[in-house]
């Protein structure tokens, strides 16, 4: 990988890391952070400055998650995420620490990283809006509610008694 801009780089990240970790410690440290140490009700996912970002700094404490967006920073990537939705996020996390924290090498947590083992039997929360109901959990096509529903045709139609 060869940045584009990689000699303005160093102009506009000063101070850089060198990292000596590997993949696989990075992994670990990364769920470890946002499973142990991260404050979901009151911070902000950002990778543009070390010390914690708060809702109340961004006027986001309304969202169950917040993730600054790196190019617009008034955007927040995690506006759409329900409470439950973070619940789940955070389950993956942790189920996925649990499976991995003993592993040594990269490769040992690449075998891990089995969808069944991590999410199990739990799914995520449906959040599909039917068209013909507006609710969520279904499509159309599985709409419970498709008798109890007129549709749009059936409102337009003029009943068939009508005298003209």
Sequence with gaps: FDPPNKSRLFEVWRNPVHNT??????????????TRDFDWAHQVVTIRQLEPLTKFEKWWSSKPMAIEDPFNL??????????RMRTYIIMRFQKALFHHHKSKTWREIEELMDINILCGDFKAPKFIICDKCNRRGHRSTECPN????????????APKNQKK
């Design 21 to 34: 970790l590997s993949p696989a410690q990075l992994w670990l440290g990364f769920i470890m952070y946002y």
């Design 74 to 83: 008034d955007h927040n990537l995690g506006q759409a995420v329900s409470g």
């Design 146 to 157: 498709i008798g109890n529903v007129p549709s749009v045709k059936k409102k337009q139609q």
